[in-house]
């Protein structure tokens, strides 16, 4: 009787666990997205900036092209978001 009481104890704290897994990965790719549209709103803002402001804070509008060209996608912005939380993970 009393290896039954265990199993399920087992049971349940493997299921915790795995439900745990889950909630952090989907935060982790809530983080991901939000990282992305804050990109995506910066570079659009670049973008809309005139010649004078832009030279203003130092950078050119080619700079500014360019940035919006190499900015990461959603998916690789998701991938650095897990990234570094399993270098930070206590």
Known sequence: MNVGCEERAVACCERQRFYS???????????????????????????????????????????????SRQRDSLWTCIAKSMKSDLTHSD
């Open 21 to 67: 897994r889950i909630k952090k990965n989907i935060k982790q790719a809530w983080h991901g997205y939000r990282r992305w549209t804050m990109l995506n709103k910066q570079c659009r803002q670049l973008l809309e900036m005139e010649n004078y402001l832009l030279r203003d804070i130092g950078i050119s509008r080619a700079d500014a092209v360019r940035f």
